[in-house]
C-alpha cells in the first residue's frame, strides 16, 4: 500500500477547539507575529514540531505506573540502560532531561574554543551548544542539499572532500568529534545511507576523530535505509541501527522524538574518561546519574518507546503519512523541498512567496498566514532561523534555504486532519499574492526564533 493506514486504534481523545479568523488576529498582534507566542489551545492542527507531541501507547502508559523513584538506581533506569544499549551498542548511558542537555554536556567536556566540529547540517541547538564553547559548528552536507528541487535518497548525506579538506585546514587536533544528524533536520529530514556512514567512519579513522550521531530521528533514517538502500530490504529495523551505531564513538539523543515520549533524553558513549566527566557535570546540574533530570516513569516510557519505534509497521505508517500530506500538496504544484522527508513536509517558502524579499522574511509570512487563515502552526526554517544579522554593519546573511517545516508529531493527527492542512495550504497557495512581509522588531542574541516579534507590512505592498 502507498499510504499504509494507521497501525493502531484511538483510546483516549483529546478535544481540541476551533477559533475564528478574528481571534487569531488578536493572537497573532499579541504574540508579535512569532507562533512561537500563540497559546497551544488557539491552535488547531499543530505542526510546529515533532518533538514531545508523540502519544504514547497503552504499552508506555502501564510502564508509567510501574515508575520506581527512588534516588539511586530505579530498576527503570537499568531497563533503560539495557534498551539502549541493545539498540545503541556504547558502553556508558547517560540520561538527560532532553537532547539539549545532552548536547551541552558532550560540548562542554570536550570542546575548547577555537575548535571545530563537522557535522552534516547542525541542528540550531547543537549549532548554539557548541558555539557557546566558542568553537565553530560547520555543516558540510552534500551540496545537493541546498537544491529543494534535487530528488535523490540520500540527502542528508556529508560531502566527505569537504570534510577531509576542513581536517587538512583546521588540523585533527583541533577537531574533538565530528557528528552526523540523522535523520537531518535542518536539511528537510533527509536520510543518511549506511554506505556514507560507512565511509565518513573510515576518513575519521585515518585522522584518529570520533564519531558522534545526533540520533533523535535514528528510527526513521534506518526504515528509509530499509526502503532506498541496496542490500537492506531484508535486514530489520533494529539490524540496521545495530549496524550504523557500530561506526559511531556515541550519540546525543532527544527521545522526544524516536524515543516516543514526552520528555527525555540521552547521551551513550564509549569513551571512559569523557564518560566520567561527563557524569560529574551531570550531578552538577541535572541529577543522579541513574536519573539524570528524569522521573523513573519517564526512564520506563522511554525504554518501551525505544522498542516500540523500531517496529516496521509503525514505521511505515509514519513515514507514509508525511508523505501523503507532501504528495497531496506536490499534485497541486505547491512548491515542497524533494524528496519528501521523514518527520516533516518542508515548504519552499522562496518560491512559495516570489514577491516577499528575504529580508521580509517570506517563510515567517507564510506562517502567520498559515495561522491566520486555517488555525494550522507550522515552523519557519530559514532567515529567522539561521540569518544572522552584523550589529556593526547592519548586514544579515541568509541561509541557503527558506522553508516552512510542517512536523508532523507521531501517531496524534489522522490522515482526516492531514487532508485538511493539504487543502488549506492548496487555497492559501491560490492567493498566495495576498501575503505580505515582515519586519522584525526584537531579537535576543541567541536563538531568536524562539522569542523574535514581527510587525507586518501592509500585504498591498508590492514587495518584489
Ligand atoms: C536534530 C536535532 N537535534 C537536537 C535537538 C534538540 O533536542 P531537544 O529539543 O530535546 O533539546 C532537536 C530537537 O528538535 C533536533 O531535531
Redesign the pocket.
Known amino acids: 500500500m502507498r499510504f499504509p493506514s494507521e497501525p493502531f486504534k484511538i483510546k483516549v481523545v483529546e478535544p481540541i477547539r476551533r477559533t475564528t479568523r478574528e481571534e487569531r488576529e488578536r493572537l497573532l498582534q499579541e504574540a508579535g507575529y512569532n507562533l512561537f507566542q500563540v497559546p497551544a489551545e488557539s491552535v488547531y492542527v499543530d505542526l510546529l514540531?515533532d518533538?514531545g507531541t508523540s502519544a504514547m501507547s497503552d504499552d508506555q502508559w502501564a510502564g508509567m505506573m510501574l515508575g520506581d523513584e527512588s534516588y539511586a538506581g530505579s530498576k527503570n533506569y537499568y531497563h533503560f540502560e539495557e534498551v539502549a544499549r541493545s539498540i545503541f551498542g556504547y558502553t556508558h548511558v547517560i540520561p538527560t532531561h532532553?537532547?539539549?542537555m545532552a548536547?551541552n554536556l558532550l560540548f562542554s567536556t570536550v570542546v575548547k574554543p577555537g575548535m571545530c566540529v563537522p557535522n552534516n547540517i547542525h541542528?540550531d541547538?547543537?549549532r548554539a551548544n557548541i558555539e557557546h564553547q566558542h568553537a565553530e559548528a560547520l555543516d558540510l552536507v552534500i551540496k545537493e542539499a541546498y537544491d529543494p528541487h534535487c530528488d535523490i535518497p540520500f540527502k542528508g548525506n556529508m560531502d566527505l572532500v569537504r570534510l577531509e579538506e576542513t581536517i587538512n585546514r583546521v588540523g585533527q587536533a583541533q577537531i574533538p568529534l565530528a557528528m552526523l544528524?540523522i535523520t537531518n533536520?535542518s536539511g528537510g529530514g533527509q536520510p543518511v545511507s549506511m554506505e556514507n556512514i560507512r565511509r565518513t567512519r573510515s576518513l575519521l579513522n585515518r585522522y584518529g576523530i570520533p564519531l558522534f550521531f545526533?540520533a533523535?530521528r535514528f528510527a526513521e533514517n534506518c526504515f528509509f535505509i530499509h526502503e532506498r538502500e541496496p542490500g537492506y530490504a531484508e535486514t530489520s529495523i533494529l539490524d540496521i541501527a545495530r549496524e550504523l551505531f557500530s561506526y559511531g564513538d556515541g550519540c546525543t539523543m532527544?527521545a522526544?522524538?524516536d524515543g516516543l515520549v514526552n520528555i527525555g533524553?540521552f547521551l551513550s558513549l564509549n569513551h571512559d574518561q569523557w564518560a566520567q566527566d561527563i557524569t560529574n557535570m551531570l550531578i552538577l546540574v541535572e541529577g543522579f546519574p541513574t536519573y539524570g533530570g528524569l522521573a523513573g516513569r519517564d526512564l520506563e516510557a522511554m525504554a518501551r518507546g525505544l522498542r516500540e519505534v523500531l517496529d516496521e509497521d509503525y514505521l511505515r505508517f509514519r513515514i507514509g503519512q508525511v508523505r501523503y500530506l507532501g504528495e497531496l500538496l506536490d499534485a497541486a504544484g505547491v512548491p515542497i523541498l524533494k524528496p519528501i522527508g521523514g518527520h516533516a513536509v518542508y515548504l519552499n517558502a522562496k518560491e512559495f512567496l516570489p514577491h516577499v524579499r528575504r529580508d521580509e522574511y517570506p517563510g515567517q509570512a507564510l506562517v502567520v498566514a498559515l495561522y491566520r487563515e486555517y488555525g494550522i502552526r507550522g515552523v519557519e526554517i530559514g532567515t529567522v532561523m539561521f540569518g544572522k544579522t552584523d550589529s556593526a554593519s547592519g548586514r544579515t546573511t541568509y541561509p541557503e534555504l527558506e522553508m516552512v517545516r510542517l512536523a508532523i508529531p507521531r501517531r496524534v493527527y489522522t490522515n482526516m486532519q492531514i487532508a485538511y492542512v493539504a487543502e488549506s495550504l492548496i487555497e492559501l497557495y491560490r492567493h498566495r499574492d495576498r501575503i505580505g512581509g515582515l519586519t522584525l522588531t526584537y531579537e535576543a542574541p541567541v536563538l531568536r526564533h524562539f522569542t523574535a516579534r514581527f510587525q507586518e507590512l501592509p500585504p498591498h505592498r508590492n514587495t518584489g
Open positions: 514540531t518533538s532532553q537532547g539539549r548536547e541542528f541547538t547543537t544528524t533536520n545526533d533523535c532527544s522526544k522524538k533524553g
